[in-house]
Nanobody, 121 residues
């Protein structure tokens, strides 16, 4: 089994910064894509940023230039550094990872429990 544990959410004022972390543990042979999604009340879950094992990244247009995704492959951890936060960034942020548990297995899709980010004065 694979577990993803997020940390780093909280309350921040507009213009502030937060750093989210997500560590993968359990039965892991390799980790390919690691992503951050978010879901605001009444809205669909959306992809915020993603990074693959080679380091290539992609971002939602709404966060480009403000958020940076990175990963530490040795620690099986993905980070999301968020700057210039806006009230519209308020959401539950979810970590997602594509993990292969055995050399011969397919990649499974795993989710963390979510961490709340609230941007408010």
């Amino acid at each position: 089994q694979v577990q993803l544990v997020e940390s780093g959410g909280g309350l921040v004022q507009p213009g502030g910064s937060l750093r989210l972390s997500c560590a993968a543990s359990g039965s892991i042979f390799s980790v390919n894509a690691m992503n951050w999604y978010r879901q605001a009340p009444g809205k669909q879950r959306e992809l915020v940023a993603g990074i693959i094992s080679s380091g290539s990244t992609n971002y939602a247009d709404s966060v480009k230039g403000r958020f940076t995704i990175s990963r530490d492959n040795a620690k099986k951890t993905v980070y999301l550094q968020m700057h210039s936060l806006k009230p519209e960034d308020t959401a539950v942020y979810y970590c997602n990872a594509h993990v292969k548990s055995r050399p011969w297995s397919d990649y499974g899709n795993y989710w963390g429990q979510g961490t709340q980010v609230t941007v408010s004065s």
